[in-house]
């Protein structure tokens, strides 16, 4: 069977693994930039096998990064204040 691709690209990215201790969860990330995505970036959380394309308009957004990770209220909170850091 013949594969149809939508895309096949190879880009450029740079990627940063984090790796920190929050008041109750250890977070380990790692954060894809690339040119794609509107210039957002791929989180990913090693540990739980979550990820989500995120940019400083989705963590502004209220109940997102709880969403995205499945995370508590005050652990969303420790991620989201060490995004917008490195944002």
Do not use: H, W
């Not at 880009?11 to 109750?24: D, I």
């Not at 690339?34 to 210039?39: A, E, I, K, V």
């Amino acid at each position: 069977m013949e594969r149809f691709f939508l895309y096949d690209d190879l880009v450029e990215t740079k990627a940063r693994f984090v790796s920190f201790m929050g008041e109750n969860q250890r977070f380990d990330l790692a954060i894809l930039k690339t040119d794609r995505y509107y210039g957002k970036s791929l989180i990913l959380d090693i540990q739980s096998n979550r990820f989500a394309i995120i940019g400083e308009d989705d963590l502004k957004e209220p109940g997102y990064i709880e969403y995205a990770f499945k995370l508590e209220e005050d652990a969303a909170e420790e991620l989201r204040d060490f995004l917008f850091d490195i944002m």
